[in-house]
């Protein structure tokens, strides 16, 4: 993949969730929005955080508020101006600015935690490996990911609301975070009554 199609594939994806911005903030924009076991699998996973965090593709921000209320010195990166420009404004005491996750720009080894929760999902599959080498290169050595994503046939499309999303079976994304880097410490799979199976990968760079 080109340069030019990778910048395309963000700027497909900001311009589809700009257009939606404030519809998907209303309805998923709060942490009372959320499931109860993701709220209580991120606050277990952030536990373990020590030193600074990322929250990467944080939409509307609210995870990223989340953990800061729980003393994770935590910022959030979006794509979508809205999003961020929204978090700034409801989250007032959170660091939040526009970003790409091919280029977190922050020093090598230098975050204690990444969340990836559901930010994963539009990437055309062949970049996934590329962005998670990223991911791995900005985190520490023991540093810790936790990775939400649709839990089916690796690489098979979606039909999502927003934009074109992608599924990745529990044992593919395993080997592509081993690949990057990773170790693998816990996997978390489930259904929920009319929803999409759900996976949750935690894993620790190596």
Not at 4 to 21: E, F, K, L, P
Not at 70 to 93: K, Q, T
Request: aromatic share 8%; with cysteine; glycine share 6%.
């Amino acid at each position: 993949m080109t340069p030019y199609t990778r910048c395309m594939t963000d700027m497909q994806v900001s311009q589809s969730y700009s257009a939606r911005a404030a519809e998907y903030t209303s309805i998923l924009g709060s942490i009372d929005d959320m499931r109860p076991l993701d709220k209580t699998r991120i606050e277990r996973w952030s536990e373990q955080i020590t030193g600074s965090a990322l929250d990467a593709g944080c939409g509307p921000g609210h995870w990223t508020d989340h953990l800061h209320k729980r003393g994770i010195e935590i910022s959030g990166i979006d794509l979508v101006p809205e999003f961020i420009e929204s978090a700034r404004n409801r989250f007032p005491e959170v660091p939040f600015r526009v970003a790409s996750l091919r280029a977190l720009d922050v020093a090598d080894s230098s975050l204690g935690g990444v969340l990836a929760w559901y930010s994963l999902i539009h990437l055309a599959p062949a970049e996934l490996p590329q962005i998670l080498a990223e991911l791995a290169r900005a985190l520490k050595s023991n540093g810790h990911l936790l990775i939400g994503f649709f839990d089916g046939a690796s690489a098979e499309p979606l039909n999502h609301v927003v934009t074109t999303a992608y599924h990745w079976s529990v044992d593919e994304m395993s080997r592509l975070l081993h690949d990057a880097g990773f170790d693998v410490l816990e996997i978390e799979t489930r259904q929920d009554p009319g929803s999409r199976p759900h996976a949750a990968v935690s894993a620790i760079a190596r």
